[in-house]
């Protein structure tokens, strides 16, 4: 982990714009996206995303903020959130056979 790395409570996973989905856990990881992959480069929100990174990185706004604009930026721009399903508990193969029968 990287020394101004601070990561997100709640990771975030976002399809892009090729379909492929990526999870983000960190402020420094989307800066680093928004800045190196970004595919718009423009946008008021990409712009405001940017901006709340960089401040989360030097300890000036919450984490929290930052990943909303990351969000915000990512709805502007067409990558929509991609919720993940709970996990669900394995079941007991001795109860699947008693439900089935």
Request: proline share 8%.
């Amino acid at each position: 982990m990287l020394l101004n790395e601070i990561p997100w409570t709640i990771p975030l996973t976002v399809r892009l714009s090729n379909g492929l989905t990526r999870t983000f856990t960190s402020v420094y990881e989307a800066l680093d996206f928004l800045e190196n992959e970004w595919p718009l480069r423009k946008g008021e929100r990409y712009e405001r995303a940017v901006r709340t990174c960089r401040r989360a990185l030097n300890r000036m706004t919450p984490a929290a903020v930052a990943r909303e604009a990351f969000i915000a930026a990512c709805l502007e721009a067409g990558m929509p959130l991609v919720m993940n399903a709970p996990a669900r508990e394995p079941q007991d193969p001795a109860t699947k056979t008693a439900l089935s029968a």
